[in-house]
């Protein structure tokens, strides 16, 4: 069994106990905090049977690792999730999912823009995030409170070769649509109603050559102001939901 990790945060923690209450070990709270926010919070918890320990700011902290657990970290078991991209994909078919959306992002090493990335795929109903091992960060405690509880429940795939998934994404019958400034096409001319995988790259480097040659197709955000370029997880938020627009 792996190790139990840490949330924190309203929303990380909140999910976790709508979503699977019976893995939290114990929830910190900071019981000088006596506003509205967390009364609702504690309430949910006790209906839930979480064990509920009083702690002070500094001792959350250390916990979570940061000082931005707004008075709430959970010791947490790990919940059983889909274990590779195949296993979904086939999952998906079984459930007849005709058209998966998915979100591949070369090269987000910043645990911020991976949150939000997640967060954003969950809002959009994506059905899986996708990342090379060697150029991204993987779920850590930041992760899953930027995530406000999607890092949950949002799979998120690192993979060896990206390259050789996105062949094997194409091999399904998914097409793989990337973002680049210098494309002739813009997201809001192609069609989003199929099997898609929209990849994109880190803000400033953009995908990797291998990755940008890989891809069925590139299309470009409209810029209209003076800067050039979106904040990745901005950027994710336009493509998901312009997926997610066409398709409603």
Known sequence: ??????LFGFHA????????PQSIIEIYYEATRR????RQFLDRAREAGARLIEADSVRIA???GSHGH???AARVEPVAQVTSLDELLENLEAAGVEQPLLLVLDGV?????????LRVADGAGAHAVIAPKDHAVGINATVAKVASGAAETMPYFMVTNLARTLGELKERNIWCIGTSDDAPKTIYQVDLKGPVALVLGAEGDGMRQLTRKTCDELVSIPMKGAVESLNVSVASG?????????RT
Do not use: F
């Open 1 to 6: 069994m792996s190790s139990p990790k840490v």
């Open 13 to 20: 923690v909140g999910v976790r106990l709508k979503t699977a």
């Open 35 to 38: 506003d509205a926010r967390m």
């Open 62 to 64: 250390k916990l979570a």
């Open 70 to 72: 707004q008075g709430v």
């Open 109 to 117: 090493t910043d645990p911020h823009n991976l949150g939000a990335c």
């Open 238 to 246: 336009v493509c998901l939901y312009e997926a997610l627009r066409q």
